[in-house]
């Protein structure tokens, strides 16, 4: 039940908690798709990091992003935060390793990999053998698109 006359200030410090040991303040209400943490503001859902941002350090100006020193999506810890512009937050992501896909990970340590750097080789031998692409793909367990990137340099380019 909502309590009247509380401030923005304290709905949100009661959805945080402060664990023992741990330097991040954990958004332990409402988490978005993103892992990112969620408060209703005027009938609006905000991302809790910014509204922290807001509360306890100031205005985040115009197109400005609101990053993470420690990485973790649901904390909220006014230090760990700080403001980029979006080229400097995907290269924080980059240069942590955390950015996904053909920026990001590549080959096996990407989070959606379903084969190694052997295996990707020996489909370009195939293909070279003329093996068709639709044979190699159901060899493999992928769809033929994945095999006709992966033999035209467009997947695993880093693999020469």
């Keep these: 039940m909502r309590r009247a006359g509380?401030?923005?200030?304290?709905?949100?410090?009661?959805k945080v908690e402060l664990i023992p040991g741990v330097d991040c303040h954990i958004w332990n209400a409402g988490l978005r798709t993103t892992g990112y943490g969620g408060i209703l503001i005027d009938k609006?859902?905000?991302p809790a990091?910014?509204?922290?941002?807001e509360l306890y350090v100031g205005p985040i100006?115009?197109?400005?992003?609101?990053c993470h020193?420690?990485?973790?999506?649901?904390?909220v810890n006014p230090s760990h935060l700080f403001l980029g512009t979006h080229a400097e937050n995907m290269h924080d992501m980059a240069k942590k390793g955390r950015r996904k896909g053909i920026c990001g990970q590549r080959g096996e340590q990407h989070g959606s990999c379903r084969l190694n750097a052997e295996q990707v080789l020996a489909i370009r031998e195939?293909?070279?053998?003329?093996?068709?692409?639709?044979d190699i793909a159901v060899h493999f367990g992928i769809s033929q698109p994945t095999v006709s990137d992966i033999v035209r340099g467009k997947r695993w380019r880093h693999l020469q």
């Design 61 to 66: 100006p115009e197109g400005m992003h609101v």
């Design 126 to 134: 195939a293909a070279k053998r003329g093996v068709r692409q639709g």
């Design 44 to 46: 609006r859902n905000k």
């Design 69 to 75: 020193t420690c990485d973790v999506r649901a904390c």
């Design 6 to 14: 509380r401030s923005l200030r304290e709905r949100f410090e009661e």
């Design 49 to 53: 990091h910014r509204v922290a941002y």
